[in-house]
Nanobody, 119 residues
Framework: QVQLVESGGGLVQPGGSLRVSCAAS????????MGWFRQAPGKEREFVAT????????YYTESVKGRFTISRENAKNTVYLQMNSLKPEDTAVYYC????????????WGQGTQVTVSS
């Protein structure tokens, strides 16, 4: 079993930056592939970014490439999503996911953190 707790969401102006974090517990974090997904109002949940257990491989959805960076600190059992050049269309609830790769989500989800991009 894996427990995931996201933090760091909030309100930011277009063009701004925000970093969301996900703290994991309950299983050896360093063995887990991790990912971020998001869900905007009225839309289905979509893949954003994923990172391998060592951090050596990452993969992003096209719309965030060059703007978002996923990273992890295995010593802190934490995965991050640094979001730069934010756009209003990035507004969504961002969910941490464990155990999957790419667009294939794993079985474990956090509760989500709201990111709102608005002037």
């Amino acid at each position: 079993q894996v427990q995931l707790v996201e933090s760091g969401g909030g309100l930011v102006q277009p063009g701004g930056s925000l970093r969301v974090s996900c703290a994991a517990s309950g299983r050896t974090f360093s063995s887990l592939f991790m990912g971020w997904f998001r869900q905007a109002p009225g839309k289905e949940r979509e893949f954003v970014a994923t990172i391998s257990n060592s951090g050596g491989s990452t993969y992003y959805t096209e719309s965030v490439k060059g703007r978002f960076t996923i990273s992890r600190e295995n010593a802190k059992n934490t995965v991050y999503l640094q979001m730069n050049s934010l756009k209003p269309e990035d507004t969504a609830v961002y969910y941490c996911n464990a155990g999957g790769w790419g667009r294939s989500a794993g079985n474990y989800w956090g509760q989500g953190t709201q990111v709102t991009v608005s002037s």
